[in-house]
């Protein structure tokens, strides 16, 4: 079964840092596409940031020059490394990756999602 387990959420000042972590377990064949999206109440959900295997990103148009996504493909884990934070990042932020398992062949997982709350 594969899952993917988020860490690293939490509550911080608007100015500040938060670094969110994602690892997918499970018998894994590959990972094509890693990202990160978030839901705020009332709102849909939306992409935040995306990287590919081979290391391609691409941002939100609300994030760029404030975080960063990154991965590690041998410990398949996807990072967001959020700096600047503002009042506005505050959700649930939610990892996703579009990967092979030996069992299920391609389908996209998501993790269980990670709050972040910024304060003013």
């Known amino acids: 079964q594969v899952q993917l387990v988020e860490s690293g959420g939490g509550l911080v000042q608007a100015g500040g840092s938060l670094r969110l972590s994602c690892a997918a377990s499970?018998?894994?064949?590959?990972?094509?596409?890693m990202g990160w999206y978030r839901q705020a109440p009332g709102k849909q959900r939306e992409l935040v940031a995306t990287?590919?295997?081979?290391?391609?990103?691409r941002y939100a148009d609300s994030v760029k020059g404030r975080f960063t996504i990154s991965r590690a493909n041998a410990k398949n884990m996807v990072y967001l490394q959020m700096n600047s934070l503002k009042p506005e990042d505050t959700a649930v932020y939610y990892c996703?990756?579009?990967?092979?398992?030996?069992?299920?062949?391609?389908?996209?997982?998501w993790g269980q999602g990670s709050q972040v709350t910024v304060s003013s």
């Open positions: 996703n990756a579009d990967l092979w398992s030996v069992v299920l062949g391609r389908k996209e997982y």
């Open positions: 499970g018998i894994i064949f590959s990972i094509n596409a």
């Open positions: 990287i590919t295997s081979g290391g391609d990103t």
